[in-house]
């Protein structure tokens, strides 16, 4: 159970981390309808404000993330963290196993 335990806590990360980007990106959405950013910037100086609200990779992934309305998935951290553990589990169900006649 600690591996359910574990990815209750990474979902909630997932969550928290995700809630707090959007805010971010909400941020950088209000910069295009901002009057206070004269109609003749470049694009590329309202992009470098629009990164220090958010950065590049983060902006994608939440993107991303609305564009595809992605579901965090509890049971896949779940698994995620069971597969770290699988060398433990070799190593002390392989000598048991080797004991049992079947």
């Known amino acids: 159970m600690k ?3 574990k990815a209750k806590e990474q979902i909630y990360e997932c969550y928290t981390e995700t809630s707090q980007n959007i805010k971010k990106a909400g941020q950088v959405l209000k910069i295009f309808t901002d009057d206070s950013i004269a109609i003749y ?3 590329k100086d ?3 404000t629009a990164f220090t609200i958010l950065e590049r990779q983060k902006i994608i992934d939440i993107a991303d993330h609305i564009s595809t309305n992605a579901k965090l ?3 896949a951290f779940q698994w995620e963290h069971i597969e770290k553990l699988a060398p ?3 190593r002390h169900l392989r000598p048991i196993l080797l ?3 079947f």
């Open 3 to 5: 591996s359910k335990s």
């Open 99 to 101: 004991m049992v006649d």
């Open 88 to 90: 433990q589990f070799k």
């Open 41 to 43: 910037t470049p694009f």
């Open 46 to 48: 309202v992009q470098a």
């Open 73 to 75: 998935d509890e049971i």
